[in-house]
């Protein structure tokens, strides 16, 4: 039972134009969400975050909106770079569990094309 | 400051045998999760530990343990390995456990295990 799921395995996009990177999740229990950033041979690296009580979270070239009565959160990228190249993965968060474990979508391998 | 760092990076085991992974958090973070990739997934949480203590535990049978040392310092150990604990396995550590509160959590590089 996946409560976390980003629906798209890939997606490319052209050097320059937005990225937007989608994810679903079923745990109405969850209230923090984060975006990590994987490249091969690498372990994640931390993008950007969004509380419950957000609607939209900006830092830079990035921004993530969440839609909770949708239960759906994305992830902007502009303008899309090569360096951006590389699996992305959407996790939450429900701290009322006990502990603060994240649980991962599947990811997405994104690719920008120069 | 250094990163999470872990150890070994890659190493590779045969079916019944055992296996130690260890993890040295950011300095100054006191929480450690391990998370296991398998490929073509994202991580799953395997355990969390807070100032020394299991604050979670995720679907992952007994075979699996962990512990963390007073100097926040972290194994994760594996018996009767099994084909299917081939994966990497991710260490992260956060300062805190709060992690609204901005405690970001940060991922090692990761221990590639192969079990044949």
């Known amino acids: 039972d996946q409560q976390v799921k980003q629906n798209s395995p890939s997606l490319s996009v052209q050097e320059g134009r937005i990225s937007i990177l989608n994810c679903d999740y079923t745990?109405?229990?969850?209230?923090?969400f984060l975006w990590y950033k994987k490249y091969p041979a690498e372990g994640p690296t931390f993008l950007i975050s969004?509380?419950?009580?957000?609607d939209k979270n900006e830092d830079g070239r990035f921004t993530v909106f969440l839609n909770k009565s949708a239960k759906h959160l994305s992830l902007h990228i502009v303008p899309s770079q090569p360096g951006d190249s590389a699996v992305y993965f959407c996790?939450?968060?429900?701290?009322?569990?006990?502990?603060?474990?994240?649980?991962f979508g599947k990811g997405t391998k994104l690719s920008v094309i120069p | 400051d250094a990163g999470v760092t872990q150890s070994p990076t890659h190493l590779i085991k045969t079916r019944g045998q055992h296996v130690t992974l260890r993890c040295s958090p950011i300095?100054?973070?006191?929480?450690v999760s391990w998370y296991q990739q398998v490929l073509g997934q994202g991580p799953q949480f395997i355990f969390q530990?807070?100032?020394?203590?299991?604050?979670g535990r995720g679907n992952f049978p007994d075979r699996f343990s962990a512990r963390q040392f007073p100097n926040y310092s972290s194994e994760l150990n594996v018996n009767a390995l099994l084909l299917g604990d081939s994966a990497l396995y991710l260490c992260?550590?956060?300062?805190?456990?709060?992690?609204?509160?901005?405690?970001?959590?940060?991922f090692g590089e990761g221990s590639w295990l192969t079990v044949v």
């Open positions: 996790a939450a968060q429900n701290p009322g569990a006990g502990s603060y474990q994240l649980t």
């Open positions: 992260a550590s956060s300062r805190g456990l709060d992690t609204a509160s901005g405690n970001t959590i940060y």
């Open positions: 969004i509380s419950s009580i957000k």
């Open positions: 300095s100054g973070h006191k929480s």
């Open positions: 530990y807070y100032e020394k203590e299991e604050r």
């Open positions: 745990n109405s229990m969850f209230d923090y």
